[in-house]
């Protein structure tokens, strides 16, 4: 069975940093995606980042929402068994229960279909 635990959400002042890390486990085959996602209370939740590896050129893509673009990075270990999101210049806005999430078809949203428990995120201003 696949697991995603994610980690190291925490609460900081605005214009700080936090890096997300999750841990991948369990895979029987390699996911075609992995993406953060978040989900501040009634709100819908929302894709932050995606990156993917071409499996003939191990070429690695990716793509960020708008709002997170020039603030945060994803990135994976060499063993694509960690995720990472490097998250700076943090803004209230931010604030959500992050999500760690794996696809074996897309990077579309609605492809994802093994997701960890959360890990929250707090920027105070």
């Known amino acids: 069975q696949v697991q995603l635990v994610e980690s190291g959400g925490g609460s900081v002042q605005a214009g700080g940093s936090l890096r997300l890390s999750c841990a991948a486990s369990?895979?029987?085959?390699?996911?075609?995606?992995m993406g953060w996602f978040r989900q501040a209370p009634g709100k819908e939740r929302e894709g932050v980042a995606t990156i993917y590896t071409r499996t003939d050129t191990r070429t690695a893509y990716t793509i960020y929402a708008d709002s997170v673009k020039g603030r945060f990075t994803i990135s994976q270990d060499k063993s694509e068994n960690m995720l990472y999101l490097q998250m700076n210049s943090l803004k209230p806005g931010d604030t959500a229960m992050y999500y760690c999430a794996a696809s074996q078809i897309s990077c579309r949203f609605t492809d994802f279909g093994y997701w960890g428990q959360g890990t929250q995120v707090t920027v105070s201003s």
């Open positions: 369990g895979y029987t085959s390699r996911p075609y995606c």
